[in-house]
Nanobody, 111 residues
Framework: VQLVESGGGLVQPGGSLRLSCVAS????????MRWYRQAPGKGRELVAD????????VYVDSVKDRFTIARDNAKNTVYLQMNSLKLEDTAVYSC?????WGQGTQITVAS
């Protein structure tokens, strides 16, 4: 299993970013996918979850109406569109499938 995130960076408050996670080594379309984040000095937090067919999505309350998780099973890729970013969204964002993690990508929200 390999999960490779991209799309991180520095953004001003109110800005937007889109993260991508390209998966390989397993039948991507059969599995739910998740995005997690870990802020400095804090534990890892589940941000969003999407079912294998995109029928169901779940978000942590703090990102509802700002973040959107999506997937393209033809491209073995899961996305996280992040809008109206806040200072408190600063964290390392990682994708996960079952027990496997990507390496993470840093999002820094700063003015």
């Amino acid at each position: 299993v390999q999960l490779v995130e991209s799309g991180g960076g520095l953004v001003q408050p109110g800005g937007s970013l889109r993260l991508s996670c390209v998966a390989s080594g397993f039948p991507f379309s059969n599995y739910d996918m998740r995005w997690y984040r870990q802020a400095p000095g804090k534990g890892r937090e589940l941000v969003a979850d999407i079912s294998s067919t995109s029928w169901s999505t779940v978000y942590v309350d703090s990102v509802k109406d700002r973040f959107t998780i999506a997937r393209d099973n033809a491209k073995n890729t899961v996305y996280l569109q992040m809008n109206s970013l806040k200072l408190e969204d600063t964290a390392v964002y990682s994708c996960k499938v079952q027990f496997d993690w990507g390496q993470g990508t840093q999002i820094t929200v700063a003015s």
